[in-house]
C-alpha cells in the first residue's frame, strides 16, 4: 500500500492548490496512525490525550490540525475543572468580565460587525442544485436554501483554512445533541479556536468524553470552525473578540455530515451543534431516516385536573418561543413545564404511533431585550448564575441591562440581538422529562409569527395537510437575529428559512410522508400574539395570557364541541370559547377577524411565492390545498 508522502509531513505548508477537503484515506491513515501521532507529538497537546480518541476522531482532529496549524490542541473533557480554567484565562485578557451582582454570570461584547446570523453567507454544499434549492422560476432568487457547488467550496475553503489557526490553540470539543446515547440523540465534535465558543458549548451542548464510549460504530458530525485571524494579527482586534467579518463563510456538506464556519464568533455561525447541525444537517439526516429537525419548542402544559399536554410550536427568529416555553400561566391552577425553548428532534414511534420530541440541546440562546421578571420571570431565573451575557449592558452595580428588563437605565449600550447562554437545568419549571432519551409524546404543533394586521390570535388547521399548508405560508416580520434591515413582513417558511437543509419542496413532501395508518398526527394550530390595532397598539396581551389560547387549543384536542367557528383559514374561537375572565379591555372581534380583502389579497401573494419560489418541486397535495383556500376565501 502506498502512502502518500505528505501524510508523513502532517505540520508542512500545505501545498499551494491542494483542496482543504482533502481527506486522510482510512486505509493509509491506519497504517501511518501511529506516525501522525508521532507527528501530533511534536505540536503540544495542551490537554487530554490524543491516544484516548476513538481512530475516526483522531483522524479528523490529525487532518484538521495539519490545515489549521494551531499551535498546540486541547481536548476539552467538560468537567467544571476545565470550565474554569478558561473562564479565568478570558478575563485575565478581558475579553470576559464577571458581573459582580450574580454567581458565575460574566459578560462579553462582540466585535460591532460580529452580532447575529449572517445568512448571506450561509451555504449548503451539494453535488446537484436542487438537492439544496427549489426550481424557481426563471430570474427568481431562492428564498429558501443557499446553494455552493463542491468545487466552488473547495476555492473558497482553500482561500481561508490553511494556516488559520496560526498561533491559536485548536480546541477539541466532544458533545452530544440529546441526552448521550439516547435513541434520538446525535455526536458531533467540533474544532474551534474560540474559548468564548468552548465556554459557549458546554452551556448549549452536552460536552463529555463519554460520548466517545457510545460512538461506537456510528458517525459523528464534523464540526470546523476558526475565528480567521490567525497570528500574528494584523488588523485591530476590537473588544478583545477576534473575528474576520470580510471573511465569513459558513458552509455545509450534508452528505459528509461537516460543517466549515469561518470568520465569527457569534452564536449560530459559532456554536455549531445548534442551527448547523441540530438543524440543517439533522433535517438531512431526519429526512433519510423518517424523523423531523425542527426550529421548534417543546412545552409540557398541565391543567387543573391534572392532565398533562405536550406541544411544540414553531416560531421564526426572535418571536417568542423563549417566553412561550417557560410561560408563567395567568390562568389559576395550570401549570407549564419547559423541555425545549429552540430546536426540536421528533420520531414517531412504532410502539403507540405518536410523536415523540426531544429538545436536543442543554441550554437556552435567548434574546435579552425584552426578557424580565414580568413578561418571562422562569428565563431571568435561568440565569441568575453560571451564565454568559453577550452584547448586553452592564451598570455600575455589576447587574446585566437591556430594554423592557425594569426601569429606564439612560445611555446604556445593548445590542437588539444582545442574547443570554443559560443551562437549561438551572430552569425553575425545566420539565422533570427534559432528559428523557425516549422524549415526550407531542399532541399539539403550533406555527405562529409576528403578523400585524389580518391574522387572527388563533386557528386550527383542517387537517395534517392544511398544516403543511399553513407551515409553508408562514410569514413574520423580520428581527434583529439576523442581518436584516428595517422592517417588513418576510416569509419564513415553517419557521426554517434561515436553517433549511434541503430543497424545501422535498421537505414539504417528507412531512406529508410522515402521516401513515397507526400514527397519531398531531393537530397543526396557528397563533399570532401580535396583531396591532389602527392605533399600532398590540391586541393582545400576550406572554403569560397565552395560556388562554393553550387553554382553548386543548379544549379542541379534547374534542369539546361548539367552541369553534369555521372560516376559510381553518377554526377560530367563539367569542364566548376564549377563557377572558379578569382580562379587560380585550377587543375580541377585531382580535379574531379574518378580513376578506387582507385574506384575498394574501391568496394572490401566497400563490406568487409557492409557485415562484417552489416551482414544480411544489408537491401536488399542497397545490391543491392552497387551491382550496384561495377558493374559500372567494367564496367568503
Ligand atoms: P430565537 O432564539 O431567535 O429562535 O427566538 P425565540 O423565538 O426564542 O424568541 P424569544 O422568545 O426570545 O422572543 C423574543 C421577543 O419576543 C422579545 O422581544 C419578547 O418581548 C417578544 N415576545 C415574546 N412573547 C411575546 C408575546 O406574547 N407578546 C408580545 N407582544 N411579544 C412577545
Ligand atoms: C435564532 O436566530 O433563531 C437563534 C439564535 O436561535 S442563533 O443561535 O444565533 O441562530
Ligand atoms: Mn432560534
Not at 476539552?76 to 470550565?83: I, K, N, V
Request: with cysteine; hydrophobic share 35%; aromatic share 10%.
Amino acid at each position: 500500500m502506498s502512502v502518500d508522502p505528505n501524510l508523513l509531513t502532517p505540520f508542512k505548508k500545505t501545498p499551494a492548490g491542494e483542496s482543504s477537503l482533502r481527506e486522510i484515506s482510512a486505509d493509509a491513515y491506519y497504517v501511518i496512525n501511529e506516525v501522525v501521532v508521532k507527528r501530533l507529538g511534536h505540536l503540544p497537546i495542551y490537554k487530554g490525550d490524543f491516544h484516548l480518541l476513538p481512530p475516526k476522531v483522531q483522524r479528523f482532529v490529525a487532518e484538521k490540525a495539519e490545515l489549521m496549524r494551531p499551535r498546540g490542541i486541547y481536548i476539552c473533557d467538560g468537567t467544571e475543572h476545565e470550565s474554569e480554567e478558561i473562564v479565568d484565562k478570558l478575563v485575565e485578557r478581558g475579553m470576559l468580565s464577571p458581573l459582580k451582582a450574580y454567581h458565575n454570570n460574566y459578560i462579553c461584547r462582540t466585535d460591532p460587525k460580529d452580532v447575529a446570523r449572517v445568512e448571506s453567507k450561509t451555504w449548503m454544499v451539494t453535488n446537484d442544485k436542487y438537492d439544496t434549492v427549489c426550481r424557481t422560476a426563471e430570474g427568481v432568487e431562492p428564498l429558501m436554501g443557499h446553494w455552493m457547488s463542491p468545487n466552488d467550496l473547495s476555492t473558497e475553503l482553500d482561500s481561508r483554512f490553511p494556516g488559520c489557526m496560526a498561533g491559536r490553540i485548536m480546541y477539541v470539543i466532544p458533545f452530544s445533541m440529546g441526552p448521550v446515547g439516547g435513541p434520538l440523540s446525535k455526536i458531533g465534535v467540533q474544532l474551534t479556536d474560540s474559548n468564548y465558543v468552548v465556554l459557549s458549548m458546554r452551556i448549549m451542548t452536552r460536552v463529555t468524553h463519554e460520548v466517545f464510549d457510545v460512538l461506537g460504530n456510528s458517525d459523528f458530525t464534523r464540526c470546523i470552525h476558526s475565528v480567521g485571524l490567525p497570528r500574528p494579527v494584523k488588523q485591530r482586534v476590537i473588544n478583545h473578540w477576534p473575528c474576520n467579518p470580510d471573511r465569513v463563510l459558513i458552509a455545509h456538506r450534508p452528505p459528509e455530515r461537516e460543517i466549515w464556519s469561518f470568520g465569527s464568533g457569534y452564536g449560530g455561525n459559532s456554536l455549531l451543534g445548534k442551527k448547523c447541525f441540530a438543524l440543517r444537517i439533522a433535517s438531512n439526516i431526519a429526512k433519510d431516516e423518517g424523523w423531523m429537525a425542527e426550529h421548534m419548542l417543546i412545552m409540557g402544559v398541565t391543567r387543573p385536573c391534572g392532565q398533562e399536554h405536550f406541544i411544540a410550536a414553531a416560531f421564526p427568529s426572535a418571536c417568542g418561543k423563549t417566553n412561550l416555553a417557560m410561560l408563567e400561566p395567568t390562568l389559576p391552577g395550570w401549570k407549564v413545564r419547559c423541555v425545549g425553548d429552540d430546536i426540536a428532534w421528533m420520531k414517531f414511534s412504532k410502539e403507540d404511533g405518536r410523536l415523540y420530541a426531544i429538545n436536543p440541546e442543554a441550554g437556552f440562546f435567548g434574546v435579552a431585550p425584552g426578557t424580565s421578571k414580568k413578561t418571562n420571570p422562569m428565563a431571568v431565573a435561568t440565569f441568575q448564575a453560571n451564565s454568559i451575557f453577550t452584547n448586553v449592558a452592564e451598570t455600575a452595580d455589576g447587574e446585566y441591562y437591556w430594554e423592557g428588563l425594569e426601569d429606564e437605565v439612560k445611555d446604556k449600550s445593548y445590542h437588539p440581538n444582545s442574547r443570554f447562554a443559560a443551562p437549561a437545568r438551572q430552569c425553575p419549571i425545566i420539565h422533570p422529562k427534559w432528559e428523557d432519551p425516549q422524549g415526550v409524546p407531542i399532541d399539539a404543533i403550533i406555527f405562529g409569527g409576528r403578523r400585524p394586521a389580518g391574522v387572527p390570535l388563533v386557528f386550527e388547521t383542517n387537517s395534517w395537510l392544511h398544516g403543511i399548508y399553513t407551515g409553508a405560508c408562514l410569514k413574520s416580520e423580520t428581527t434583529a437575529a439576523a442581518e436584516h434591515k428595517g422592517k417588513s413582513v418576510m416569509h419564513d417558511p415553517m419557521a426554517m428559512r434561515p436553517f433549511m437543509g434541503y430543497n424545501f419542496g422535498k421537505y414539504l413532501q417528507h412531512w406529508i410522508d410522515l402521516e401513515q395508518p397507526g400514527r397519531i398526527m398531531p393537530k397543526i394550530y396557528h397563533v399570532n400574539w401580535f396583531r396591532k390595532s389602527a392605533e399600532g397598539k398590540f391586541l393582545w396581551p400576550g406572554y403569560g395570557e397565552n395560556i388562554r389560547v393553550i387553554d382553548w387549543i386543548i379544549k379542541r384536542l379534547d374534542g369539546v364541541e361548539g367552541i369553534g367557528k369555521e372560516t376559510a383559514i381553518g377554526t377560530v374561537p367563539t367569542p364566548e370559547s376564549l377563557n377572558l375572565d379578569g382580562l379587560d379591555g380585550v377587543k375580541l372581534d377585531e382580535l379574531m377577524s379574518v378580513p376578506k380583502e387582507y385574506w384575498a389579497e394574501d391568496a394572490v401573494e401566497v400563490k406568487n411565492f409557492l409557485t415562484t419560489q417552489v416551482g414544480e418541486d411544489l408537491p401536488a397535495p399542497i397545490r391543491n390545498e392552497m387551491e382550496q383556500q384561495e377558493k374559500r376565501i372567494n367564496d367568503m
